[in-house]
């Protein structure tokens, strides 16, 4: 095999790693980005821990069919980035619409969401948006914990009124008899 082809096939192979090993995933088409967008955007994901890069829409098929993936063709035309998140499913639909969101870009067509992978599903663009909406997995947790806390915290209130009440009324008692005895 030629060097070109090995080359060819090594980043085929390595798509088809990220895809099978990714949580979330969402495709995008980027034409008139410009370069302090594209720095700014790839600077929010990288944050986020979602690596991204353009890829070849054949090679991206290829990957893809290797990987299993069915119903990702339909959105292999134009330029193609790819964000991926092996770590929250979430991610990249968040930073990506986010920053969709921000700079004002819905209807500008330079920025635009074409397609997602959740859980190795290809998802639509409605279900990127939704899957963007949700709260993020720390803000889930803290209302969980949250839920959870307000019970005891509750029961803990309720006691302290009681023996606020008590002291309210050994206080008074108190008082009184120093008046009486005064």
Same mark, same amino acid.
């Given at each position: 095999?030629?060097?070109?082809?090995? /080359?060819? /096939?090594?980043? #085929?192979?390595?798509?088809?790693?990220?895809?099978?090993?990714?949580?979330?995933?969402?495709?995008?088409?980027? @034409?008139?980005?410009?370069?302090?967008?594209?720095?700014?955007?790839?600077?929010?994901?990288?944050?986020?821990? #979602?690596?991204?890069?353009?890829?070849?829409? @054949?090679?991206?098929?290829? %990957?893809?069919? %290797?990987?299993?993936?069915?119903?990702?063709?339909?959105?292999?035309?134009? @330029?193609?980035?790819?964000?991926?998140?092996?770590?929250?499913?979430?991610?990249?639909?968040?930073?990506?619409?986010?920053?969709?969101?921000?700079?004002?870009?819905?209807?500008?067509? #330079?920025?635009?969401?074409?397609?997602?992978?959740?859980?190795?599903?290809?998802?639509?663009?409605?279900?990127?948006?939704? !899957?963007?909406?949700?709260?993020?997995?720390?803000? !889930? !947790?803290?209302?969980?914990?949250?839920?959870?806390?307000?019970?005891?915290?509750?029961? #803990?209130?309720?006691?302290?009124?009681?023996?606020?009440?008590?002291?309210?009324?050994?206080?008074?008692?108190?008082?009184?008899?120093?008046?009486?005895?005064?």
């Amino acid at each position: 095999m030629s060097d070109v082809k090995e /080359q060819k /096939q090594a980043v #085929v192979d390595s798509l088809q790693e990220q895809l099978a090993s990714a949580k979330g995933a969402v495709l995008t088409g980027y @034409t008139g980005l410009t370069v302090a967008q594209d720095t700014e955007l790839r600077r929010e994901l990288r944050e986020a821990g #979602v690596s991204y890069h353009v890829v070849k829409n @054949t090679m991206l098929h290829r %990957a893809a069919d %290797a990987a299993g993936l069915e119903g990702l063709d339909a959105f292999l035309s134009g @330029t193609t980035a790819l964000a991926v998140s092996k770590e929250d499913a979430i991610a990249p639909a968040k930073v990506i619409c986010g920053f969709i969101k921000k700079n004002k870009l819905e209807d500008s067509g #330079v920025l635009v969401v074409k397609a997602g992978l959740l859980d190795g599903k290809v998802i639509g663009l409605d279900e990127v948006k939704a !899957l963007a909406a949700l709260p993020s997995r720390e803000e !889930l !947790l803290a209302k969980m914990l949250g839920s959870m806390n307000a019970p005891i915290s509750n029961t #803990v209130n309720v006691l302290q009124g009681v023996i606020r009440k008590t002291v309210y009324a050994l206080n008074a008692v108190r008082e009184k008899k120093e008046q009486e005895s005064a």
